[in-house]
């Protein structure tokens, strides 16, 4: 009898190796490595890239390409995510916390296709017919295009692709299915990588958008091999505070349209709703009355200006180190900041805690925030108020200076219809004209706290 052959491989970027090693050189991940055993069965019917072999070099000049084929989900947001609607013969990832929504979107969309004689395919690989007709219920997804089909095996999944031939298909999820070529468990490395490339051939040699629920680690990344975010054609993360009720979801790539859009759903009874006004849903937790450490910035979410609170916190600490906590924005960038202020302003925190939050649990990370960030935490410190109606937008540079920042005229326009009455924006941007907001340039970071400082 031939000795079975074995490798291992980490479970968190695929690296191979002939032995069990305790951590992984090539992502440096503790315990990760799993024994698979090799194998060399191929799926059958399947060529090793979903490509003819027939096929030969072309002249760019003489490729003739026709206008991509969108159709569109009927839920605005989501079409803002993917660029204007699926691409049909497209590969999606969606990927997020358990818990999030993503079976809850994924159900309703393709709810909303079906309406659109739509065929499709809900490959249910973690919940049951039963289960899943009862989230449907409560959703009020009921179509005769909408097909369930409870099942693991990737072999029997594409048999019924066969079948049925649906327009789009939904696997929920990645980790869960499996292939018989493949030795090893579901959810490895081996699996999922395998399991991926056959669903991407499908998608492109029968047109056919295949929609994949990715899990995540609890990093946050998208667990798996790297590859598979390579083999996809988009990327797209879901976001939210399990504690709140909005979900935000984020592209992180689109082969077929903009990256770093944002599109805004809260959650209800009867699932997830689209917010038609974001900036009324960040702000309505405002405070009424102006408080010291406050601040209003206008954010670029891919090509949505975003109006995000700011709040500071700064205290005295009793401990020989001062603490320098953030939610939603980056620890580092808040440790340049400080270091400005006290080195362009004379503000000394040395011996104080620094608290930023941003409201909304959004996560930011557009320099332009870096002003308000600024204005909230010297205005807290010196126990003065920043006007109410004014919106603050600026990228502060290491001698405090303010940079420009783009994209300006659409996020004064975004003030404007929240009511916000002045805007401190950087002196190079001083040509942007806006009559409905008072534009205050300024050219340094002490420039800036003079002129947010409340009348009142």
């Not at 309406?115 to 049951?128: D, F, T």
């Not at 789009?168 to 990588?193: E, F, L, M, P, W």
């Not at 006004?277 to 090509?303: H, Y």
């Not at 557009?366 to 920043?386: F, K, N, Q, W, Y």
């Amino acid at each position: 009898m031939a000795k079975v052959k074995t490798k291992w491989i980490c479970q968190q970027c695929g690296y191979e190796s002939a032995g069990y090693l305790g951590k992984c050189p090539e992502c440096g991940s503790w315990s990760s490595f799993v024994e698979e055993v090799q194998t060399n069965l191929k799926p059958q019917n399947i060529s090793p890239q979903g490509i003819s072999n027939e096929a030969k070099p072309s002249l760019i000049k003489d490729i003739h390409i026709g206008e991509e084929v969108r159709v569109s989900t009927n839920i605005s947001e989501f079409d803002r995510i993917l660029g204007g609607g699926l691409v049909q013969g497209s590969l999606i990832l969606i990927a997020g916390d358990p818990g999030i929504g993503k079976s809850t979107i994924l159900l309703q969309t393709s709810g909303e296709l079906a309406k659109n004689n739509q065929k499709i395919l809900y490959v249910s690989a973690e919940e049951s017919a039963s289960q899943l007709k009862l989230r449907a219920n409560r959703l009020g997804v009921i179509s005769d295009n909408l097909y369930v089909y409870p099942q693991t095996n990737l072999e029997n999944i594409r048999q019924q692709i066969d079948e049925i031939q649906p327009d789009t298909v939904v696997i929920d999820s990645i980790q869960a299915i499996y292939s018989q070529t493949v030795a090893s468990s579901a959810g490895s490395v081996s699996q999922i990588r395998e399991c991926c490339n056959i669903l991407m051939q499908i998608a492109k040699t029968q047109n056919i958008t295949v929609i994949v629920i990715g899990h995540v680690t609890k990093d946050g990344n998208i667990a798996g091999p790297k590859i598979l975010e390579h083999m996809v054609d988009a990327v797209i993360s879901f976001e939210g505070d399990k504690y709140k009720s909005y979900r935000m979801l984020r592209a992180l790539k689109n082969r077929f349209g903009n990256t770093s859009e944002v599109g805004i759903f809260e959650m209800h009874e009867k699932g997830l709703v689209e917010v038609k006004n974001p900036n009324e849903l960040f702000l309505n937790e405002r405070s009424q009355d102006a408080i010291p450490g406050s601040a209003i910035i206008v954010t670029n979410e891919g090509t949505r200006p975003l109006l995000v609170e700011i709040q500071a916190l700064v205290g005295t600490t009793p401990y020989p180190t001062p603490r320098r906590v953030t939610n939603g924005v980056d620890t580092s960038r808040l440790l340049q900041i400080l270091a400005v202020l006290e080195k362009r302003v004379g503000l000394n925190l040395s011996k104080q805690d620094v608290y930023v939050n941003v409201m909304g649990g959004l996560e930011i990370d557009e320099p332009s925030a870096d002003l308000g960030i600024a204005l909230a935490i010297a205005t807290c410190a010196r126990d003065v108020v920043v006007d109410p109606q004014t919106v603050i937008i600026g990228e502060i540079g290491l001698s405090g200076e303010i940079h420009p920042v783009c994209n300006l005229d659409k996020r004064l326009n975004e003030a404007v219809i929240s009511g916000f009455k002045k805007a401190i924006v950087p002196y190079a941007n001083r040509d942007v004209e806006n009559d409905k907001i008072k534009v205050v340039p300024v050219k340094r970071l002490i420039d800036a706290i003079s002129a947010c400082i409340s009348p009142n």
